[in-house]
């Protein structure tokens, strides 16, 4: 669709944008120039989009590799496949060419093409470096932007780094600057003076606690370090503007932005800035509240209007997140976005100081075309452009005698490539306009004509009709708000007694108390145990029940596990608020095992609906085969306190579903979680006696186990419980009339392997986050890194800084990263691997919480023994112990040289190692360059295998039929020489 | 196609028929007449198969219930959904018709009006009854041949029954027939005089033991009977004229016809006969064979010719076992056939009588047309048509003044139920000449007009490229002969000490003789034992050479085991041959082995490549799931010696194919087919150490399972060695690395269940061969018949007669329906279960043989307790006890009431109990109105519940996933932003 544009401004658009394609006078942007690209590799990164990702991956690797001969087998192994093809010859970096014939590589040719490449965008490794490159700017009379580029801050150490970086650049800049010649053009706009000195701010790099979540704790991190920083700026002087990040920290930047220049030191600083981003859905009503502010405030602000440079990434994250999208789905609606936000900039300039980014020859027109409707002189905005980039506008706005400004990226060449790979992707996708210009040579007309949005295609229906619940959005106001409000309503709960759910039963143990692992005084509430006498009458009172349910039609049982979803759907920050209370789990742990709860719910009834139809088996005339599949009765469901309301879920809902009936025994430490689970699924529609709850302790599930009548165990806990189930299990008790089936999931002792070529920013953020959520107390989690030893140093030193940073404490404050372990004696357990490991390894770092509550300190042990107990044991805490590998295959070694086989994970951009993982990381649950925890229901069916667990993988397709019995019925259809007709 | 015919025969062929139909002047047939068909009901019946199907089941079933009100309620089970539809008011027999409109049935109703039905084809219930209406039919013109209708005969007695109404009935005919009228058109043809009586024979009901797989013991045992009766119609006089059977039959028939006649006793007997079917595709040969032969005998013979009345249960048969159809598949082809045979007969009229079965009046004119080519005078042929069916044809050749004979059937209702449905089917079928004459009201030319046969469809390719091994038919003289030659191969090769196959390892155990069951002096041949001490070292072997066959490519795993299949395939006589000198396996039991042994090979074979390929989850982008399968390492394989070819394979092959070493350990009772077995795995490629043989007794089975190393074992065996096993591996071995799987058949304890509605003949065979097929010795073998009251006495007293007739011998010889049990061992025990039947219940039979040799004759104990040990036990022989039940719920409840849930069937007519055996019959596989034995891979997977096994069925799409882990990899595939494009 094309929005009809006033035909007037449309005609000046195209006299404009026909003037400005002179004034570019039939140059090509370095970026398209043989220099490095040959014209095939061109053709072929534009056309050959698995090149296109192999090459630029390589690239962005690259800098990483410090040895040259590595390099050349990583060439080969990003490009040994295609080398072979017929398109081998032309392709490529003119070295990397080399490889299509065979001949030998050089790995430092490889490393210094890139590095030019590099220098194409950056304008310099240091300031120092970059000073006479930017003076050489400022004579051509191209004003600058400098981006300080660097690794995510993961720790408070490089947020500190980074914010005295940015002071040390305004310092030496507005020192150099004083000697230039003036630039009467750049140096003055509609408002006044402009500072020769622009620093662009990543304002995520200025702390590693930058979290919608908590966003007073993000403001005052992020604060503390940027004061300083603002205060140099004023003394420079020099203007400060935000750069704009993911699409879930947007608002909270433009809050630290409108906060923090309202203080009254800051208020009146007249050269701040925020870039606002067009493929964002809500920028325009952004911009209206920023202008509103901007005129409480009476000092004018600089806006920074870009298309938005994060579009791929947080188009992917979303989806892959189920959140609806919050960026326009197509370029050409940014476009018009866009054009609609310059508009309203150039109208609002007398506050504001419009910035317009943009290499698009009709985006410039427009705002040309605009300007002049509007009557207003050229000195009211600047263009921003890319260093590097599109050069033969940069000459035509020059030559039209517009201000302009280049975003010049300083740094290092290794934390530069994520920036270098942005640029190269921004100009070689299929929607890049210099790419539609430069290379496709598009008409003049189709460029500068209006952009036209096409017709929006269906979102992809997901198999099974099957979808992942959403997990909460916190960096949504309301969102926070139901969690704080679910808090403070679990609180007026506390201390309560729960009603049994027993059936009818009265149950005979003691009353349970549950306590908050994070103040151990506080009682969330108590239920009444079962006695072991209990047990047989619970098995008595659910034999009965199971008559009616079993015979329950498939789509009934189906409804109620629907039913269900939709109660906890409902009710999901209750029932992460209990989480919150009960296990002490901060809220987005909380939050996710509640839409796991849900997820199981769900997929197990569309697994069921799917299965539960008789299946036929051949096609043969006179016969007649079906496969039918039936409960196998009893069920006994042992679960644990760790995912308090998900695991618990997925095992009772799958035996209910099929048409078994449950006793459930949830976790003596998680008891109110698991009544709440029962309670739903009671709601829901399960009949009484068809579930019965039995609180209590691992007595309670033994006799439930060896009960003649319990057919089905479904358990998961302990390596040591499980073992002892699945023999106990084994043996016949008099009166049984059917083998036992145990399925039991066990433990984990988890590894990491970060090879030599891992990206070093997300291998530390990984092992992290696998390794301190929840406390450790996940049987996922992560316990064992294993490190290359050429980044052995350096990946323990960040790693250290990052764990150090962790903000530990009270899982109610939604800022907490890491909240208390389960209890006193899961701490005791803990604190003795600790002092184990002191004796066994190298400490690197104890955390220390001095508040009350069992809480455990981030842990990490360096230079372990492969045979060291707490490189063996699981310990279900925050103890880490690393290792160094001397080879891939030295890690894989190590990794898989324990009992354990449940999860793993590899950061690697070596394709050849990450390929040996796939085949040799004995683990059930492989992940690649990212965190080891957190599989989805369907798309990472979960479970190990040697001591980790028995039985099919939970939330996998296999899972429900571990709970039914297989009949095929065959009938002889022929009779008296006759059958039906097929 | 048509053929083109000669322009002035078809020119004849449409004036004759022209004048036929002017004969048949407007009149209807009876079967299309108001008397009991509405013309909705034709309608129906004609356009919805389904109610066709139901209303033709439903007269089939009736005779057999002799309580009315259960009439009822099987009208309402039969017709209550449809009744309750748009249609019910007008369908079907007009008493039936009233469900429609809810009135109260009466079963006296029903039945009599299906008695009406049924005497419009059937000429009387006995031969007196019939004799006056066979006198007014000849008093009308027409001639007969007598059909005695009875029961499938499954017994010498009810053999001898046959032939004694035989001869009763020639007696009594050729006393009556004197007294007639003459008809000079009837008693004399080309060839001389024309016996008044002639009488059709259906020579299976002259033996239970008709099979072409002996052909020699067919011929005896049919011969004994036919003797006397061709004794008595050579007195009468009265022709004889052998009706064609089941397309297996046809050589025998053929075969017994010519040699009996022969006999010079016989050789001079001018009116014996033979019906030959024109739908056979090779009866062209045959009857230019046939007429070879009378030429030698030098005395004519009748040849009737008809197009077949079998086509149907025929082509259903050999589609179900897979074997090429001997039957033209259209009926236009029978159609050209039929008319090419009429040149044939017809010319050779000098040697015999032609005799033409057809209502179809293109058929008549075209006899009459080329008879007139040929010259022959009008009385050297005869039409034949059915008595009830077609009368107006039946009118216009009597007026042409043809000679007409009508088939005509004499006997009790309820046997004559088969050929009642039959004729119905014959009238209502798409292709009938009469229906579209009479119902279609086709035009004369379409009908005149010669048979064009349209192109073939192609077959229906099956699922998964898989197909069934079609079982050997023995009815083809070569595949008889392929087998004696392989006996003969086999015996030559009798007492060899067969080398080891348990890779380079030398085995410490004693030498193993097998020993033939039949003759237990005869040494069969015998293998080195292994001793317990060589089964570490056997492990270790097959652990390293575990290393290269894990990484093997799936695709060349399944290469192996298809060239396994195919080797097995070209030598299955071989193999049969050695089960039968081995296991005393009888021919088929034996055969059905080695299909069944190549079915597994290439099933697995066809899973294993359908599951091997990565499976992707989910599509979210940046995100890449896939779930990998990887063996899970050594696996045990203990096998039993029943299916000591098959059960082997299938545990061996699956373990094998899915990538894991296997250790076999086949029984001890069959060593020499567990060593062929591997002799063809390593020959199709498997490398020496994947697979290692260590024959021996029940030790090493237990040492292999109890090994530290053993991950997987899958047995099939008894329970209670099962249960020990899976206690055993519940227990964690020092050094164990995984949870060990025991995937576990063990026995059954299987009932047929025959309600009052059964059809006894089908029930009675069935039981009969579930429970005495190999000696019982089948996990899935019937030992229990659970009988309804009103058909309990009934039912026992054919079982009896039909165990009694059994032909138990040495399986060698062709014609053994039973042979020995597998040794002294199992014999024994057999015998002490005997003699505990004898205390606890009523001996019905207990069969002798006196041959040396580990024989048990087939024994029937009746009125047993469901309590009795030998209701509850498995036996494991050919004992089966039988219990009266007072209703199907009663029924199925003695059925579920043991610890084994296997195999499980009902005989019965009744879609109420049919429905209730589908909900409530608990076992694994339960088969409809079809023997319990025999389940073929894919399209009925095997296994049981209960303490009958734990695992997945075999031959089924779960069954390869228990000797795998299943692997999930993740992906993070988002780089710097961009993920590869999907």
């Not at 398209?32 to 989009?49: D, G, K, V």
């Not at 892959?320 to 919050?326: V, Y």
């Amino acid at each position: 669709m094309t929005v009809a544009a006033s035909p007037e401004l449309e005609s000046s658009v195209r006299q404009i944008g026909e003037e400005l394609a002179r004034l570019s006078g039939g140059q090509s942007p370095t970026l398209f120039e043989r220099r490095w690209w040959s014209q095939a590799a061109i053709n072929l990164a534009m056309h050959n989009l698995d090149f296109k990702t192999q090459l630029f991956r390589f690239i962005d690797m690259l800098p990483t590799i410090t040895d040259d001969q590595r390099v050349v087998t990583l060439a080969q192994e990003y490009f040994g496949a295609m080398a072979g093809q017929a398109f081998g010859l032309g392709w490529g970096l003119k070295a990397l060419a080399a490889t299509g014939v065979g001949a030998r590589l050089s790995g430092h040719a490889i490393r210094a093409q890139v590095e030019q490449m590099a220098r194409t965008f950056i304008a310099g490794s240091s300031i120092a470096d970059a000073t006479p490159g930017l003076q050489h700017l400022w004579s051509e009379g191209k004003a600058w932007s400098i981006d300080l580029l660097g690794e995510a801050t993961i720790s408070d150490h490089e947020a500190d780094r980074y914010r005295d970086r940015c002071l040390e650049a305004l310092e030496m800049l507005s020192q150099v600057v004083q000697t230039w010649e003036p630039a009467p053009l750049l140096e003055h706009d509609h408002l006044g003076p402009v500072p020769r000195v622009q620093l662009s701010l990543k304002i995520s790099a200025l702390s590693p606690h930058l979290d919608p979540i908590d966003p007073e704790g993000s403001f005052q991190s992020v604060a503390r370090r940027l004061r300083p920083i603002v205060e140099a700026a004023m003394r420079a002087p020099a203007s400060l503007i935000f750069d704009m990040e993911q699409a879930e920290t947007k608002d909270l930047l433009v809050a630290i932005f409108t906060r923090l220049f309202m203080e009254p030191p800051y208020r009146t600083f007249p050269h701040a800035g925020l870039a606002i981003q067009a493929y964002h859905r809500a920028t325009a009503p952004d911009v209206e509240a920023l202008l509103a502010w901007v005129r409480r405030r009476e000092v004018p602000i600089t806006l920074r209007l870009v298309k938005g440079a994060y579009w791929d990434s947080d188009t992917i994250r979303y989806r892959q997140r189920g959140w609806p999208l919050p960026l326009f789905e197509q370029k050409a609606e940014t476009d018009r976005n866009y054009e609609a936000l310059v508009r309203t900039l150039l109208e609002a300039s007398t506050v504001i100081r419009p910035a317009f980014g943009t290499h698009n020859l009709r985006t410039l027109a427009y705002i040309e075309s605009v300007a002049q409707q509007l009557g207003l002189t050229s000195s009211t905005w600047e263009y921003q452009m890319i260093f590097g980039m599109a050069e033969p506008f940069q000459e035509a706005v020059l030559r039209r005698g517009r201000r302009l400004r280049l975003y010049a990226p300083v740094g290092e060449l290794l934390p530069g490539m994520a920036y270098l790979v942005r640029r190269l992707l921004e100009n070689t996708s299929n929607e890049s306009f210099l790419r539609k210009e430069f290379v496709e040579s598009q008409s003049l007309t189709t460029l500068l004509s209006p952009p036209a949005v096409p017709t929006q295609v269906d979102a992809v229906l997901t198999p099974q009709g099957f979808r992942n619940e959403p997990l909460a959005d916190f960096s949504n106001p309301e969102t926070r708000s139901a969690m704080e409000k679910a808090i403070r309503n679990v609180r007026e709960r506390l201390g309560q007694r729960w009603p049994s759910l027993a059936g009818d039963l009265t149950l005979s143990g003691p009353p349970l108390f549950s306590y908050n692992p994070s103040r151990p005084d506080e009682i969330v509430g108590s239920v009444q145990a079962a006695g072991e006498a209990d047990v047989r009458a619970a098995i008595r009172l659910a034999g009965e029940a199971w008559r009616g349910w079993r015979v329950l039609s498939a789509v009934r049982r189906v409804e109620i596990l629907r039913k269900a979803a939709a109660l906890m759907r409902s009710r999901r920050e209750t029932l992460a608020a209990w989480e919150v209370l009960e296990c002490g789990k901060p809220w987005r742990e909380a939050d996710a095992d509640v839409t796991e709860a849900i997820d199981f719910l769900e997929f197990y009834a569309a697994e069921w609906a799917r299965i539960s139809t008789p299946q036929r088996l051949g096609h043969e005339p006179g016969e007649l085969n079906h496969r039918l599949l039936d409960p196998r009765g009893m069920t006994a469901v042992i679960a644990p306190w760790n995912f308090p309301l998900a695991i618990p879920t997925g095992m009772v809902s799958a035996a209910l579903v099929t048409g078994n009936s449950v006793i459930f025994k949830p976790s003596e430490r998680s008891p109110l979680i698991g009544q709440l689970l029962v309670e739903t699924l009671l709601e829901a529609g399960v009949p009484k006696g068809v579930l019965v709850c039995l609180p209590g302790g691992p007595e309670i599930g033994r006799t439930l186990a060896q009960h003649p009548d319990m057919v089905t165990i479904a358990f998961t806990g302990s390596k040591r419980v499980g073992l002892d189930l699945l023999r106990q299990a084994a043996t016949v008790a008099p009166g049984q009339r059917m083998v036992k089936r145990v399925i039991a999931e066990m433990g984990g002792k988890n590894a990491i392997i970060i090879d030599e070529t891992a990206d070093l920013d997300e291998a530390v953020g990984g092992v992290v986050a696998s390794s301190t959520g929840y406390s450790g107390q996940k049987c996922s989690a992560c316990s064992r890194a294993i490190v290359h030893e050429a980044v052995y140093d350096l990946f323990l030193a960040r790693l250290r800084e990052a764990i150090a940073s962790l903000r530990v404490g009270n899982p109610e404050d939604p800022g907490t990263q890491m909240g208390p372990v389960i209890d006193e004696r899961a701490q005791a357990a803990i604190l003795d691997y600790i002092k184990l490991g002191s004796q066994e390894a190298r400490l690197v770092i104890e955390g220390r919480v001095t508040q009350p509550g069992w809480y455990i300190g981030p842990t990490v042990f360096a230079d372990v023994a492969p045979t060291a107990r707490i490189a063996q044991e699981e310990i279900f805490g925050p103890v880490l112990a690393v290792f160094k590998a001397d080879s891939f295959e030295d890690a894989l070694r190590i990794a898989n040289a324990t009992d354990y086989a449940l999860t793993g994970g590899v950061y690697s951009r070596s394709p050849a190692n990450l390929e040996l993982a796939r085949e040799r990381f004995d683990v059930g649950n492989l992940y690649l360059n990212r965190p080891i925890t957190g599989a989805l229901v369907y798309r990472q069916p979960f479970g190990g295998h040697r001591f980790s667990g028995v039985g099919a993988k939970t939330g996998g397709e296999e899972y429900l039929m571990q709970f039914v019995i297989s009949r095929v019925i065959s009938e002889q259809t022929l009779r008296r020489g006759f059958a039906p007709a097929e």
